[in-house]
């Protein structure tokens, strides 16, 4: 009996790691999306890797905003044109795996523009939604 617990113990291990993986790979590639959508200078493409809902968080240097309309508008407002918008960046990135239906994310953001560079730190809040992961909370400075 003994000799059967060791691989199944692999088995199960193998499993649960390969789920994780896959996991951090969606989230990697929501990531990438974002960027993408973002230096194209499509804002609503960005937003789609946030959780479309009013209870969305974003907490940035003018406090809390609530609602993913509201952050839309707010990403509208803050970068009208493709000149404030630049060309995004996220490096040092750290996953965290919190639950199966959570994980943690922070990392640096970088816009590098003709208006001058600005950048940051963020953490973010992601929970699974069906197969998706998506951004229920974002803390940008």
Sequence with gaps: ????????????????????KKNEQQIRLLLENQVEAWNRGDKEGFM???????????????GITYGYN????NYKKSYPDTAAMGKLTFSGLTLKRLSPRYYFV????????????????????????????????????
Aim: cysteine-free; charged content about 20%.
């Design 1 to 20: 009996m003994k000799m059967y617990i060791l691989p199944l113990f692999y088995f199960f291990i193998s499993v649960m790691s390969f789920g994780q």
């Design 70 to 73: 509201q952050v839309l508008a």
């Design 106 to 141: 922070a990392g640096r953001w970088h816009l590098k523009r003709s208006i001058g560079d600005a950048g940051g730190h963020f953490s973010l809040l992601l929970r699974k939604s069906g197969k998706r992961w998506l951004i229920v909370a974002d803390h940008s400075s």
């Design 48 to 62: 789609k890797g946030y959780w479309e809902n009013d209870s969305l968080m974003f907490i940035g240097k003018n």
